[in-house]
Nanobody, 115 residues
Framework: QVQLVESGGGLVQPGGSLRLSCAAS????????MSWYRQAPGKERELVAL????????NYADSVKGRFTISRDNAKNTVYLQMNSLKPEDTAVYYC????????WGQGTQVTVSS
């Protein structure tokens, strides 16, 4: 079955960086676009970044453009989210997701940006 396992979250100071990873299994990873969403307390879940199956097309939320970079390694069935210049408003649970007709979600990883 589809499994998505995120890692790499944590506590970081404003201006710092984190790299999230999502290890995927149970489907042909290279055939699907992958995306990262986030959900802050009291807010709706929002799309952060999306990468096409071979990484040729990238999309970002306006709030993270120029600071976050999504990438993937199809040989390792892994998608990444490099987050630089982090701000307190980036604090959220970050989820890896794939849409195979049905959208599958990982368990999420907490990112907290605070001094």
């Amino acid at each position: 079955q589809v499994q998505l396992v995120e890692s790499g979250g944590g506590l970081v100071q404003p201006g710092g960086s984190l790299r999230l990873s999502c290890a995927a299994s149970g489907f042909t990873f290279s055939s699907y676009a992958m995306s990262w969403y986030r959900q802050a307390p009291g807010k709706e879940r929002e799309l952060v970044a999306l990468i096409s199956s071979f990484g040729l097309n990238l999309n970002y939320a306006d709030s993270v453009k120029g600071r976050f970079t999504i990438s993937r390694d199809n040989a390792k069935n892994t998608v990444y989210l490099q987050m630089n210049s982090l701000k307190p408003e980036d604090t959220a649970v970050y989820y890896c997701t794939v849409n195979k007709g049905v959208r599958y979600w990982g368990q999420g990883t907490q990112v907290t940006v605070s001094s």
